[in-house]
């Protein structure tokens, strides 16, 4: 009562049909694979990569906006700007390529746990380079730190609810 259903091809001695099958699926495999690969791509696009208009530096990269911010909205800025991003965590090659980005006052990610008496970075990260001016820190009231615009460069405690100029950083991984 039907169309009787076409038998399987059926190979000849040397396999050609079984060949084409083969040729067919690897054909369709290697254009999902493309496709994928490209969905991978788009997907993570720019993770390894400073974004346009930050400073590269090793595997870090950094920025200073035009706002001035207090400390805790300056921590949002930079998070804002590019989710990967924080204000900054300076170590000794970073604190060379930070100076320049500013003639001011800038915000950098360290300020003072009162709670565990002690000077954490923003990213949890942990650093024993210390660029504190000779007197600071000097007011238990101040608990955030900034590299300030004088010539030698050095590290300050302000008033966290103070406006500065911050630089924000990416960890590239």
Known sequence: ??????????????????????????????TKLSELQENVTNTFHGCNHCPNGWVTSENKCFHVPLEKASWMVAHGV???????????????????????LSSEKMWIGLSY??????????????????????TQPDDESELCVLIKEDQYRQWHDYNCNDRYNFVCEIVLH
């Not at 076409?6 to 040397?14: H, K, Q, Y």
């Not at 990967?84 to 300076?90: D, Q, V």
């Not at 565990?116 to 380079?129: E, G, I, K, L, Y």
């Open 78 to 100: 930079c998070a804002r700007l590019d989710s990967r991003a924080r204000l900054a965590s300076i170590d000794a090659a970073d604190q060379a390529v930070v100076e320049p």
């Open 113 to 134: 746990d009162s709670a565990n008496d002690a000077a954490v970075w923003a990213d949890d990260s942990h650093s024993s380079h210390r660029n504190w001016y000779a």
């Open 1 to 30: 009562y039907g169309v009787p259903e076409e038998p399987p091809p059926v190979p000849d001695t040397c396999g050609h049909v079984a060949e084409e099958r083969v040729t067919q699926a690897f054909a369709e495999l290697t």
